[in-house]
């Protein structure tokens, strides 16, 4: 028998997996239904969600999408405080949501957020690079190639070449 913790996080997961799919397709809509479930599921909870990268990104991205900036800049300070030094892949997750936000709010990234994106690379997270470009996160340079000295967030506006050296 299924507990009920096992339960949670099989259904968050269920949850986490169809929003970042439909974020892949194009379907925020989509994607934001499914945050919204999400976030009822685990409120309270945050600690029983199996992917807590994709989790705080998935909320970070429905703060931003529904207008709510500084609600999604208070969420990347607190997922970021949580997982920088504790799960470091996940951390990959909300650093590409944190530059995903930076653009859109400020219309440039911080040097911290510059420096950081090179920790793709330097870990060999190159899958993890390609989904969240996919997701609308990160987008590869005009080259095509991805990699992280490569790399250029997504946003409102580009301005040439790469953020990395």
Known sequence: MVGPKKTLE???GFLIGNATF?????????ALDLICQLEALARGRENAVPVPG?????????????????????????????LRDNC????????????WLELRAQGHHSPETV???GAFEAVGALGRLALLTAQGFLR???TGEIGASRLEPTGLQ????????
């Open 158 to 165: 580009q301005t040439g070449g790469s953020i990395l050296r």
């Open 140 to 142: 590869p340079s005009r």
């Open 22 to 30: 439909a974020l892949v397709q194009g379907n925020s809509a989509l």
């Open 10 to 12: 099989f259904h968050c």
């Open 115 to 117: 420096r950081e994106l």
């Open 54 to 82: 994709s989790y705080w990104k998935l909320r970070i991205f429905k703060e931003a999408q529904i207008g709510r900036l500084e609600d999604a800049q208070q969420l990347v300070r607190k997922s970021t405080a949580l």
């Open 88 to 99: 470091p892949l996940s951390y990959l997750d909300v650093l590409a949501a944190k530059a």
